[in-house]
């Protein structure tokens, strides 16, 4: 017996289909009996009737009928079905024979061929003996037929032939070959599915007929034999509401039959085919819950059917079956439009055929596991005359054997040594892996995440017990990251474990060195000691020793791993890792920090990294190093063993580069920043702890940004959350979870030790030249040099200021537009320590409102930080808002010599001017001098001498001063005329 | 009475599991993790149809061979998972609602505990004592 002997029989899974057999046709020489052939046998689509044909000869012999049984009085049946039954009425027996008889109506020898014809039925007729098959004429004929009635001759003739080939007229086809060839083939198709039908339905009340005869106490096994075979021929004739009926009978039947250890398997079996049809059925009527409830009933019904104990595996193996059989009758019925549920899908009834061909297994292992003497039994009693069984799930050596005892206990034994040692070779693990890959494709697409990493462990555990573990690493490497994320310890520790078995048993030293480092750490839940195990181990491979074998693998693996092993110390080179820590959850953390969030150029910078261990054992590291942003720092960073002794397995608790369990500890890094790197950012790209031996074998660990691995943003937020006070540690102890991170820092200038003072009288007024005194003194203790001085309007501000502002060194004089707003750069030398400069600035304000000036004063100066001279610059801003005033306000009015008010001047007739001078200024104003410059038209009549020259105006005071005018005339009488312009020169 | 029961945090981490001691704590580790399959699926459904029932109570998650697994969640999202032999016919829908209901007041005391940081493992006598309760006893 093969594997595939719990595979259900083809002829029970597929579709049934009524058998017309064809005879009389030469499809291999005649063309035409070709052509009629492919008509029939080519695109068979779902609108043709369900007719499965078969070409024959016309001498073929057909299946014997077994003479009819008058009486069951004494009849015992030997068991519930036959084997071949169900393929006789698939394949061998037909509904219908239909003769193919070229004959036209008009043929010349007529009565001769009628004769020949009548003579081909009579031998179909005659191999039919016994069975109710019907026979059909088809007489193919060169000519088209005229209309019914028409032709005279052809009815005669017609009825002629149906007496000789005693036939009914429905049993007698005409097929023209002309054009429309398989027109005329889809109606003799149907006319044949007709006769078909009714033969099914003759058969069917053929087999009730037998109920009458039969009694409860001997005829058991036919009650349910009967109701499968009417189950059967309804479906042969598509009645399926029927079929399912039948179908249903024959399963309540089958479970009331006696059961014995002797008939299980042959009782369940028929109970699984049953079971399969009624399921088959409901799927196609599309009521799959009916389906479900049967299936589920079924299995409640068998589970507990086991038989016989020393062949449990068997039982298991027929659960696995149905179980699957099941789940694929559900696929096919969802690829054909059924749509399933995250809940009920196919993969739970392929993860549960996994899981009892795991049990199979684990049972095969149990009951096949023989003394190697006892060989396969002779003779064979698996054997039997024909090669294949009787009735289904019988015993080979034992057939049509009904009654409660073995016959022969001396066989029984014999036969079942015989399956268990046939059961020892089967490839369970082939058999799980491939019921869970269905699952797993079936659960991807039901959205079921989780439940396909679980199966994918499972089959990874598969590959682990069949030996290939390559597989089983790959399978569970790509799940474990799942548990990892959503931090199911239990879970990933039982993955891991196994995963390290795979490793060492392949000689995988990066692989053996990552899982081991997970299992080791604070994401593992194994217990103490086998922490201290797998430690040790670690130690020894980073030393380049061969580890000691994982518990409980397979001996002759394990020996082959050894030399594996062996192997790998002599191979030099590949001897160093790394190992990404952010994917992983290693024993050793770290967290790396800047101890300010900026620095100043003239002090060092500080960096600390702490490293912890969670491990059982003392660990020594051999190297610690931090990479920067600014890599040239990196040599300041940097933590090495000088010892090159291996004495790693001996660490010594006081020592630096040893890691004690549970501590923290705290390594200080310091280094002087680069003068360019000022305003700049530097920041910790990764830290690498090298644990073993540059001279052995090396793991890099890498925590890129300098902290955290796969479950440490989880902690350091469940650690901020919490509420628990810190206990107090002791001196030079830290608690881990008060460290924080501090993964970059600014480089800043040095703070400038000098003084900007700003000395002027605010507010301003417009136009004027507004002077600001610079006071810069130094209280450098060194000489500060090369001080320049940026000052005027600080950039960034409405642009209209820019326009309105100007500045200069000079002021003796007025600015124009050519003078900047903002003057950088001013060289004001060097500056002793203690010494100061003073320099005066000018402001010219063209408009009122408020700006904001800024005095910026840049310099260099020389300093001394760990020992090392650099030029530090630093510079100082002092910013300053100034307001800006009108100083005065100007009227003028003419008014005549009597100072009345005019509202125009006459020609030739002398007027005054009259200035008004009114100051809004916070400060007195002199006026140095004022003067009219007269228009062309008009003329001054005395001296126009200034009235307020030296005059000084307080706050909101007014002078006035008049000259005496008057117009020329002019040519076109009245008209507007200018008059001249006013000019003041004044300061404060 | 229950076979196994979990506690399971909003981000789907185990707050606490407990189950028989007979059979394989490994197997229930795995049957309540992937039983969060179907508590995911359920609440994003809820979320769009029932958005306004206060219903807590996630009923049968997905029943396997041998066990019946029932889920529950509370407003913050935090699960619990009771798993049952599929043998125990006896016992109805609203025993089950009523562990589910004894388990959280209980959870909800260990919320309470002003010592207890949320998000960390349960471990409070009180708890495991009322969890005790629902649980099969063992022989």
């Given amino acids: ?988 | 009475m229950a076979v196994c029961i979990a506690v399971i945090a909003k981000e789907n981490y185990p707050l606490y599991i407990r189950s028989v001691p007979t059979q394989g704590e490994l197997k229930f580790h795995y049957t309540v993790h992937t039983s969060l399959d179907v508590v995911e699926e359920k609440i994003s459904g809820v979320g769009k149809a029932l958005a306004d029932q206060r219903e807590l109570y996630l009923g049968l998650l997905y029943p396997t061979e041998d066990y019946k697994v029932y889920g529950y969640m509370t407003n913050s999202k935090v699960k619990f998972v009771i798993v049952v032999d599929s043998s125990n016919t006896s016992l109805r829908d609203n025993e089950i609602r009523s562990m589910f209901r004894k388990l959280h007041n209980s959870f909800t005391d260990v919320m309470c505990n002003p010592f207890y940081n949320p998000g960390d493992p349960i471990q409070s006598k009180a708890f495991d004592s009322i969890v005790s309760t629902m649980m099969v006893q063992a022989f």
């Fill in chain 1, 1 to 988: 017996m093969s594997p595939a002997q719990w595979d259900l029989p083809p002829e029970l899974c597929c579709r049934p289909m009524a058998f017309v057999a064809l005879t009389g046709l030469d499809v291999v020489y005649n063309a035409i009996h070709r052509a009629i052939w492919d008509a029939f046998c080519t695109n068979r689509r779902a609108d043709r009737v369900p007719i499965s044909f078969k070409v024959l000869p016309g001498d073929h012999e057909y299946p014997k009928c077994r003479t009819k049984r008058t009486s069951y009085e004494w009849y015992i049946p030997k068991g519930i079905l036959k084997t071949g039954w169900m393929n006789k009425h698939l394949n061998l027996v037909p509904a219908l024979v239909v003769l193919f008889y070229e004959l036209d109506w008009d043929d010349p020898q007529w009565k001769e061929k009628q004769s020949e014809c009548a003579t081909k039925v009579e031998i179909v007729r005659t191999s039919l003996q016994g069975r109710n098959t019907k026979v059909a004429v088809v007489l193919i004929q060169k000519k088209t037929p005229l209309p019914p009635g028409e032709d005279l001759v052809a009815s005669e003739r017609a009825s002629a032939l149906c007496g000789a080939c005693d036939l009914s007229g429905k049993s007698l086809f005409v097929l023209p070959h002309t054009d429309h060839l398989v027109g005329y083939i889809i109606r003799l198709e149907n006319a044949f599915y007709e006769h078909a039908q009714t033969y099914y339905y003759n058969e069917i009340r053929r087999v009730k007929s037998h109920k009458e005869f039969l009694n409860k106490t001997t005829h058991q096994l036919l009650f349910v034999r009967h109701q499968f075979k009417m189950g059967f021929f309804s479906e042969l004739k598509q009645d399926t509401q029927n079929a399912l009926k039948y179908y249903r009978t024959a399963y309540s039947l089958v479970h009331e039959l006696r059961a014995h250890e002797t008939n299980m398997l042959e009782i369940k079996t028929m109970a699984g085919f049953i079971n399969y049809k009624i399921c088959r059925l409901c799927f196609q009527h599309n009521t799959p819950l009916d389906a479900i409830a049967q299936f589920r009933k079924h299995i409640d019904l068998c589970k507990k059917k086991i038989g016989s104990a020393e062949l449990a595996f068997e039982h298991t193996a027929w659960m696995s079956k149905q179980f699957q059989s099941f789940g694929d009758l559900f696929d096919e019925a969802i690829k054909l439009g059924l749509t399933a549920i995250q809940t009920q899908n196919p993969g739970f009834y392929y993860q549960q055929a996994a899981y009892y061909a795991q049990e199979r297994k684990q049972q095969a292992g149990q009951l096949c596991s023989h003394e190697p003497g006892v060989g396969y039994p002779a003779p064979d009693p698996l054997e039997t005359p024909t090669g294949a069984l009787d009735f289904y799930g019988q015993r080979p050596w034992r057939q049509g054997h009904q009654s409660i005892d073995p016959p022969d206990s001396e066989k029984e034994k014999q036969g079942i040594l015989a399956l268990q040692v046939k059961e020892r070779d089967v490839l369970h693990s082939e058999l799980i892996i491939a019921l869970l890959s269905n699952a797993v494709a079936q659960f991807k697409k039901y959205k079921c995440p989780r439940m396909k990493s679980h199966l994918m462990v499972q089959m990874g555990e598969e590959y682990y017990h069949a030996k290939d573990y390559t597989k089983a690493l790959k399978l569970l490497d790509y799940v474990m990251c799942d548990y990892r994320t959503e931090r199911w310890w239990s879970l990933l520790t039982s993955i891991l474990s196994t995963a390290l078995k795979c490793s060492y048993l392949m000689g995988q030293v990066k692989d053996y060195i990552t899982y081991s480092m997970e299992l080791v750490g604070r994401a593992s839940i194994l217990p103490e000691e086998q922490k201290s195990r797998i430690e040790k181990n670690l130690i020894k491979v980073l030393m380049n020793e061969v580890p000691e074998p994982e518990p409980d693998c397979d001996p002759a693996s394990v020996k082959m791993a050894q030399s594996l092993w062996s192997d790998r110390i002599s191979l030099a080179g590949n001897n160093e890792f790394t190992i990404e820590v952010q994917d992983y959850v290693p024993f050793v953390q770290c967290k790396a920090k800047f101890l300010y969030p900026s620095f100043h150029i003239d002090e060092p910078v500080q960096l600390h990294v702490y490293v912890r261990a969670d491990c059982p054992h003392p660990v020594r590291f051999s190297k610690l190093c931090v990479s920067l942003s600014n890599q040239e720092y990196n040599q300041y960073c940097l933590l090495e063993d000088a010892s090159k002794e291996q004495d790693i397995l001996e660490p010594s608790t006081q020592e630096n580069m040893c890691l004690v369990p549970g501590k923290t500890r705290k390594y200080c890094f310091k280094f002087v920043a680069k003068t360019e790197d000022v305003g700049k950012k530097i920041e910790i790209t990764s830290v690498g702890l090298m644990l073993g031996r540059e001279t052995a074998r090396y793991v890099y660990l890498n925590w890129r940004g300098g902290w955290g691995d796969a479950a440490s943003s989880h902690e350091t937020l469940q650690a901020s959350r919490s509420f628990k006070r810190r206990t107090r540690l002791p001196e030079q102890q830290l608690d881990w979870d008060t460290v924080t991170i501090q993964s970059s820092t600014m480089i800043i200038s040095r703070v400038p030790k000098i003084s900007v003072q700003l000395t002027h009288e605010p507010p301003a007024l417009t136009n004027e030249m507004y002077c600001m005194i610079v006071t810069i003194q130094s209280e450098e203790d060194t000489v500060a040099k090369d001080i320049k001085l940026t000052a005027g309007l600080k950039p960034g501000q409405d642009a209209n200021l820019t326009q309105s502002t100007q500045i200069t060194l000079n002021g003796s004089e007025v600015c124009d537009d050519s003078h900047p707003a903002l003057l950088p750069d001013i060289p004001l030398g060097d500056l002793q320590p203690g010494q100061k400069i003073v320099k005066p600035l000018y402001i010219h304000c063209v408009s009122t409102g408020s700006r904001i000036l800024l005095f910026h004063v840049a310099y260099s100066v020389s300093a001394t930080v760990e020992g090392k001279d650099i030029t530090c610059k630093c510079h100082k801003d002092e910013t300053v808002t100034l307001e800006t005033v009108v100083p005065f306000e100007v009227a003028m009015k003419f008014v005549s010599s009597k100072f009345e008010h005019l509202e125009r001047v006459f020609v030739d007739i002398p007027f005054l001017l009259m200035m008004d001078i009114l100051s809004a200024s916070p400060w007195p104003i002199e006026l140095v001098n004022s003067e009219v410059q007269l228009a062309s038209s008009m003329t001054a009549i005395d001296q126009p001498q200034s009235q307020v020259e030296g005059v000084t105006l307080q706050t909101s005071e007014c002078a006035s001063e008049c000259f005496l005018l008057k117009c020329p005339p002019v040519q076109n009488g009245t008209s507007t005329v200018a008059s001249g312009h006013y000019f003041i020169s004044w300061k404060r």
